[in-house]
Structures are given as structure tokens and as C-alpha cells.
């Protein structure tokens, strides 16, 4: 594998992370549903797997659909493991306001830090996200912000 072929991985991987933040964000469930193999498993950072995308779609509907949410992702690092396996691990600072989705939204809406460790496969559809594992790092209290 030349440089630029696993350089080419490593972009296709990072696209799948933003793809899922912004299709989250904006209510895109196709969007969402096309990060994911169609045999994807989604260990929530909240708990519960999910899997396939019957299950996610499932999912990704029931969520309700007037909330502001915004995934800030930093932190990512993609391995490539061969031409046709990566993983990657990457930081989500999630940022919710539960109103009636009017913008702006209150400042003060920082909802956790997650991490997330993904597994990329190529697929004949292209590179998906085939497992991903997310891990709450830091909640938000229920502590007013100006008590602190």
C-alpha cells in the first residue's frame, strides 16, 4: 500500500465522522444511515447496542426532532490496518438544547464529551463505518452554571 492510498483511507475515514455528526445534527437519516454498513453495530454512548440498519433507522426516528444538537469532533486519529480495514478513535463535545429548535440556543447547553472508537470496512458502496463504540468521558451536571 503506498503512502497516498492509505492517506486516501484515512480521508474517506475522517468524511464517514463528519457525515454522522452533521446527519445527527440535522436530522438527515438517510444521511445518517450511509456512514453505517448495513450490518453496522453502534455500542451507545448512552448504552445499548444497536444493530443493522432496520435498527438505526428505527433508532435515529424515534429521537426527538426539535432539539439543537451540535457534535463538535476533534481528536481524530485513523489507523489503516490493510486496503480494505481502518480504526479510528475521535472526541464528540455534544451540545443539546431541548427548546423548540430555535436558534440561537442557550450557550450553557453542553451536554458530554464522548469518544468514540470506530471500525472502518470498504464496501462495494465505499468506506462505511462498520462497529462504533462510544464511551460518555464527561457528563454534564445538573449544577446551574452560575453557581459555579
Known sequence: MTDLDRLLIEQAC?????????????????????VFSKDARWVRPTGGTIEGHT??????????????????????????????NARGISYATVYRHSGDGALPGPAEALQSLIEYRDEYCRTPD????????????LRRTQTPASSI
Open 14 to 34: 475522517r468524511r464517514l465522522v463528519t457525515a454522522y455528526c452533521l446527519a445527527a445534527d440535522h436530522n438527515d437519516c438517510d444521511g445518517f444511515l450511509g
Open 126 to 137: 465505499g468506506w462505511r463505518i462498520c462497529s462504533r463504540h462510544g464511551t460518555t468521558v
Open 55 to 84: 435498527a438505526l433507522r428505527a433508532f435515529f426516528l424515534s429521537r426527538p426532532q426539535h432539539a439543537t444538537v451540535r457534535h463538535v469532533v476533534t481528536n481524530d486519529f485513523i489507523e489503516v490496518i490493510d486496503p480494505d
